[in-house]
């Protein structure tokens, strides 16, 4: 089988990227396996949550975390890295390192609300929504609905009824629309029953 030259490029790229090739993983050796595909140091949820909350509470490791929540980076995404990094040192499997992010997030904040810091959930939380009264929420609804209707006269005032065949515009006249569902029905009375109850 030929290889192309593109195929020869792509992988080169790859290469020079220091990516790596494709499929490389399948040939490591079974021997020395990577510390994620050995079984897992643990797999009991609270021995686990208490080494987080260990390897937290390291004064170098809560100061980092103190100032990069200063900063403006989410608990979540510190939660994600601390877990992250666990999962790739052996320390868990995929299914309790998702086990663990709640916890973990409520430990992150924690900490921050022991140093009296200002925390987001997510980076970019920091925006509050705008809050509004009563009377400007109708007014900015008001005039939302008054620019819907401005630009649909506009877009009705452009259509050209040139634009339309003759033989199409006679159709849509001729066209008898049924009554909606949702308008009224009179009441039609039905003439009384041979077989009716009289009153």
């Known amino acids: ?16 990227r220091g990516k790596a090739i494709p499929g490389q993983s399948l040939t490591n050796d079974p021997s020395q396996p990577y510390n994620w595909e050995k079984p897992s140091e643990y797999t009991n949820p609270r021995e686990a949550m208490l080494y987080v909350f260990e390897s937290l509470t390291v004064p170098e490791t809560t100061t980092n975390i103190l100032l990069s929540l200063g900063n403006g980076v989410g608990v979540i995404d510190i939660a994600s ?36 810091i200002e925390y987001n959930l997510e980076a970019g939380d920091e925006k509050a929504p705008v809050e509004m009264s009563g009377d400007k929420a109708v007014e900015t609804l008001q005039e939302g609905i008054n620019e819907l209707d401005r630009i649909k006269n506009v877009a009705a005032s452009r259509v050209n009824p040139q634009s339309v065949p003759q033989d199409v515009r006679e159709v849509i006249e001729e066209t008898e629309l049924s009554p909606s569902l949702l308008e009224r029905v009179k009441e039609q009375t039905q003439p009384k029953s041979l077989l009716g109850k009289e009153e």
């Open 1 to 16: 089988m030929a290889v192309s030259e593109k195929a020869i490029n792509f992988i080169q790229g790859g290469l020079e």
């Open 81 to 116: 890295i601390t877990l992250y990094s666990g999962f790739l040192e052996g320390k868990w499997n995929p299914d309790l390192m998702m086990l663990l992010m709640e916890p973990t997030m409520y430990m992150i904040m924690a900490l921050a609300e022991k140093a009296d």
